[in-house]
């Protein structure tokens, strides 16, 4: 199962810079994306998995954590 986070994570990583500019995919997607990845750490560090696995989450995370820094504006208004 670890080894579906660490693609994960890889795939997001080398997406980020694609999927940050679709403030559609921000609106809709991004906090429940970042909730996985979240989960995906916890399990990682529960299970003691692969450091790969880890690094690769955490990566991810920061990036989260940048555009949820640079468009916090989106982030504060009513979606449906």
Known sequence: MLCYFSGAGLAFN???????EDE???DVFWIEMACSFVQGLSITGLQGGEEETAVQLS????????????????FNKVSF
């Open 14 to 20: 080398s997406m980020y810079t694609v999927l940050r």
């Open 24 to 26: 559609e995919v921000l």
């Open 59 to 74: 990566a991810s995370l920061r990036h989260f954590g940048r555009v949820l820094a640079q468009k916090s504006a989106l």
